[in-house]
């Protein structure tokens, strides 16, 4: 079945570093969702890619899907204390699998 | 706020027992999916309900079941409950009924502990 593997599983950076979470797929994908799931909170929708090769950004996040629309990833830039929490990636064909998240730590 | 609502915020039961988690969607969404996150399986996709019937499946034990109704709020039934159902389980909706297409907006949870 549909994997979705997603690494590091955490990464603690000082703020201001920057911060990458990978996103890779056993299948092709038809598209990826990101998720911000904050300590304690719930997941919340952050983008949906579609297109081979497609980068969106929003603010310091920038997020990209792979060529062969197997993996993605997501860039922080210059991370701030409000950018903790797990960051997951959902791969989808005819549903959404989720990989297990990347749980993000800054050091103020 | 996502206007997704769940109840209770909280359960303990013990094990053998059986429970049901409410959840009510966001006005207008008629897809209703369900999650179980536990620390180490991360967020499992359980069953999706569209419009009131079942949409898709995901790794949703047999002791387990859901249903939706009319006014589209959906139910999640978990008996002869273990020790390892023990986790957080979230209740999701979306406008549409892809859910590979869909935004998804998910509720606060009910956390689960079973003793």
């Known amino acids: 079945g549909q994997q979705v593997m997603q690494i590091p599983q955490y990464q603690h950076v000082q703020e201001g570093e920057d911060f990458t979470t990978y996103c890779n797929s056993s299948t092709t994908l038809s598209n990826i969702q990101w998720y911000k799931q904050r300590p304690g909170g719930h997941p919340v929708f952050l983008i949906q890619?579609?297109?081979?090769?497609e980068v969106k950004k929003q603010k310091r996040l920038t997020f990209q899907f792979g060529e062969a629309k197997k993996n993605s990833s997501l860039h922080i830039t210059a991370t701030q204390t409000t950018d903790v929490g797990t960051y997951f990636c959902?791969?989808?064909?005819?549903?959404?699998?989720f990989g297990k998240g990347t749980l993000l730590t800054v050091n103020p | 706020d996502s206007g997704v609502t769940q109840t209770p915020k909280h359960l303990i039961t013990a094990t053998g027992q059986r429970v049901t988690l409410r959840c009510s969607p966001r006005?207008?969404?008629?897809?209703v999916y369900w999650y179980q996150q536990s620390l180490d399986q991360g967020l499992q996709f359980l069953i999706q309900?569209?419009?009131?019937?079942?949409?898709a499946k995901g790794n949703i034990l047999e002791r387990f079941s859901a249903q939706q109704f009319p006014d589209l709020h959906s139910e999640l039934n978990l008996s002869s409950l273990e020790l390892g159902d023990s986790a957080l389980y979230f209740c999701?909706?979306?406008?549409?009924?892809?859910?590979?297409?869909?935004?998804?907006?998910f509720g606060p949870g009910t956390r689960l502990t079973v003793l």
């Open positions: 959902g791969g989808t064909n005819y549903k959404l699998t």
């Open positions: 309900y569209y419009n009131g019937e079942e949409r």
């Open positions: 006005s207008g969404d008629l897809s």
């Open positions: 890619l579609v297109k081979s090769g």
């Open positions: 999701a909706s979306s406008v549409g009924g892809g859910q590979s297409r869909a935004e998804q907006f």
